[in-house]
């Protein structure tokens, strides 16, 4: 079975500053890996997802996240924070291989990014 | 394009009472997606349909969830009697059939307080 570890349920920032919010999976198998933004009273907005080939993958708003298979990690990081990235993030993880179509989404439990002014 | 519609946004019932929420996903996306995102938790899938054929519905709680998806559009998730640990956000979203399942579209979520 798949699980999803974020190590960091808050991280405060202050604005312009840099920030990684850190993501964990455990899986036998290969692994499609993705960060998901909940922003307060609204579903789920996909950031950016990793499928295969190239580590780092670039997202929206200037988020980016690198594949690493030996640490089996996933870390979302931003150069420059701004107040308008304040929500919350989740990782989560899907199986490409299992059978049939229940390819589903485990995710982790959640960081809350609080960008500070 | 129209994204993820859910409806209600909020409900508020007593404890044993029914609840019923509506999904209405992207148009021609073929696989629908009912999950349940306790407060401080992330999204735990309870049911998974590929147009209107349950795919798994392992994680549901059948004595009380209940979920049908006719003519493989919409589809509605009712909880009969609800507890006070179903207060939660259901979400519905939904994607295309693989392989291209992997992304999915999420509504904005019905915020259930059973009280």
């Known amino acids: 079975a798949q699980s999803v570890t974020q190590l960091d349920s808050q991280v405060p920032v202050f604005e312009e500053a840099p920030v990684e919010l850190r993501c964990n999976y455990s899986?036998?198998?290969?692994?499609?890996l993705f960060w998901y933004v909940q922003y307060p009273n609204q579903g789920l907005q996909l950031l950016l997802k990793?499928?295969?080939?190239?580590?780092l993958v670039k997202g929206i708003n200037g988020f980016e996240a690198e594949f690493n298979k030996s640490q089996t990690s996933f870390h979302l990081r931003k150069p420059s924070v701004h107040i308008s990235d304040t929500a919350e993030y989740f990782c989560?993880?899907?199986?490409?291989?299992?059978?049939?179509?229940?390819?589903?989404?485990?995710f982790g439990s959640g960081t809350q990014l609080t960008v500070l002014p | 394009e129209a994204g993820v519609a859910q409806s209600p946004r909020y409900k508020i019932i007593e404890k044993r009472q029914s609840v019923a929420f509506w999904c209405n996903p992207i148009s021609g996306h073929a696989t629908l997606y009912w999950y349940q995102q306790i407060l401080g938790q992330g999204p735990k899938l309870l049911i998974q349909?590929?147009?209107?054929?349950?795919?798994?519905d392992s994680q549901l709680p059948k004595d009380r969830f209940s979920a049908e998806r006719l003519k493989g559009v919409d589809s509605t998730l009712k909880i009969q009697p609800a507890k006070l640990e179903d207060s939660a956000v259901y979400l519905c979203a939904s994607s295309l059939v693989p392989p291209r399942h992997y992304e999915q579209y999420f509504g904005p979520g019905t915020r259930l307080t059973v009280t």
């Open positions: 990793y499928l295969s080939g190239s580590t």
């Open positions: 899986s036998s198998v290969s692994v499609y």
């Open positions: 349909f590929q147009n209107n054929g349950v795919v798994d």
């Open positions: 989560a993880v899907s199986d490409p291989i299992s059978s049939g179509s229940a390819r589903q989404l485990t």
